[in-house]
């Protein structure tokens, strides 16, 4: 994916707390089993009414990852030996049902590294693995959210820094082009921020000072004032040419979704000027 924007340490730190605590909660649309290496399990791939048996293994050279292989019905069906450029510490196979509507029962690689790691979907077709796309390198906090119309729209949760010292992260709209996964960017340019990721978590900010409010995400209509000290949370980020610009915002014990403020960086830090508790602080 190339939409990996500017990586702060707040960045690292919140891709870190995601992965650590919230796979769970972003695979929660999915059916999905996570399997062990070296055991035999029984699923229908194709749907032709037959149960495959699917099995995969890991070789490692200390702690790096070296080959990894997927048999089916006890023939090998995925062999990968790692390049001098692929470091990974590890990898997991998957079992999804990530389209209820179709016959499959697509087979997901996940490669790990430290911060970061690489997605491989693959669909049984054939007696054979075909890749369907391949993410390439991901935040650890990156992840795959639902797959559409027979795998040809992919959702995602993707990095995104903003102001407030803090980076969040946004769903985006993808398609499969060349097994790779191009975004279908929104017209309006407007992203939702996903609560779920984070589940009962949810980050606050205090407003160092008093900011306009906009009915829009284009700082034309001033609605109001939220004043010096008012907790907010952000829900939607506007971007404009690939910079975060405006925010939409609720009011932590107020209405939801008061409107727009001007959140676009303009010097210094991201944020401090704008809250006194950006998430790099502390």
């Known amino acids: 994916m190339k939409r990996l924007l500017k990586i702060t340490l707040g960045c690292a730190i919140l891709a870190l707390f995601i992965a650590l605590t919230s796979n769970d909660q972003v695979f929660a649309k ?20 037959t149960k495959e048996k ?3 293994s890991l070789t490692f050279d200390g702690y790096d990852l070296k080959w990894a292989g997927i048999d089916i019905n006890g023939k090998s069906a995925y062999s990968h030996k790692l390049g001098k450029k692929e470091t990974f510490y590890s990898a997991t196979v998957m079992i999804y049902d990530i389209n209820p509507k179709d016959e499959y029962k697509e087979v997901i690689i996940d490669y790990d590294f430290e911060f970061e790691h690489n997605i491989k979907a693959y669909r049984y ?12 390198m991901l935040l650890g906090g990156e992840k795959l959210v639902d797959v559409q119309k027979k795998g040809n729209k992919v959702l995602m949760y993707e990095s995104a820094t903003c102001a407030c010292g803090n ?21 309006d340019q407007i992203y939702t921020i996903p609560q779920e990721i984070w589940g009962d978590y949810l980050i606050t900010f205090n407003l160092a000072k008093d900011v306009e409010v906009y009915k829009d995400a284009d700082g034309t209509e001033v609605i109001g004032t939220l004043k010096k000290g008012t907790e907010i949370h952000l829900t939607k980020l506007k971007y404009n040419n690939g910079t975060v610009v405006y925010a939409l915002v609720d009011v932590i014990g107020g209405e939801e979704s008061v409107g727009w403020i ?18 790099w602080a502390g």
């Open 30 to 49: 999915f059916s999905k089993k996570e399997l062990a290496p070296d055991k035999t399990y029984k699923y229908d791939l194709d749907g032709d009414g």
């Open 54 to 56: 699917i099995s995969y």
């Open 125 to 136: 077709q054939d007696k054979k693995l075909t890749l369907l796309f391949d993410t390439g």
């Open 167 to 187: 980076c969040f992260y946004i769903t985006t709209n993808n398609k499969i082009k060349n097994k790779k996964l191009k975004e279908v960017k929104p017209k």
């Open 262 to 279: 001007d959140v676009e960086f303009k010097s210094g830090m991201d944020g401090d000027s704008l809250v006194t508790n950006p998430a």
